[in-house]
């Protein structure tokens, strides 16, 4: 089934590699895929456009079928396959129940985190505003904060003892955070998650391969 996929994806980006880690928990192997530039301004080719007129990535297919955004491939892999690979949605009501909240939480971490980033990286100096800068920092901060929150009490996997959908969808953002300077004494909890899991074999597989002999940033030293 892997051989009619095709993933077109770009090293570094959260997004993708929830998709990654998904197709590999799923045991999904051998499928076509294609690493795409962001500096090369690859994302808005006629090749990603004709499947995803957004030009973004994540851009994923399935023979016929399309899915840009990437928790909507997630969860079409893990109800397309759910009797291969690992069991992703618990069946336990109070379980699903904390997947599920954990793992739209992620759009407000995901927001708090890009806020501050694009801010830093994309708005010229001249217009950048120090009170703005430090609006952004202390949400982000207060964000991070209760996740350390929510792991001191789950310190294994965001939603209880197993590996679910919701790490699929918040390790990449976690993981990123720390690539970018956050510091792991500030966010001991955060940082056990992400070092607790960083061998799992789904996600040292799809580990980003620009990520593998390039130092780390230091954007988010001082959040």
Known sequence: MAKDMTLLWVSGSPFCWRVMIALEEKNLKGYNQKLLSFEEKEHKS??????????????FTHGDKILNESLAACFYLESQFKSQGNKLIP????????????????????QKML????????VPEEEKHDSAVKRKKEALIAELKLWEGYLDKAPCCVAGKTFTLADVAIFPSVAFLFRYGLREERYPKLAAYSNGLKDRPSIKASWPP???????EDMLKDV
């Open 46 to 59: 006629k090749e990603v456009l004709d499947i995803n007129p957004r030009g973004q990535v994540p851009t």
């Open 91 to 110: 069946d336990g009501a109070a379980e699903q129940a904390l997947m599920y909240q954990r793992l739209f939480e992620c759009f407000t971490l995901n």
């Open 115 to 122: 806020d501050l980033m694009y801010y830093i990286f994309l």
């Open 210 to 216: 620009t990520w593998l002999d390039s130092p780390r």
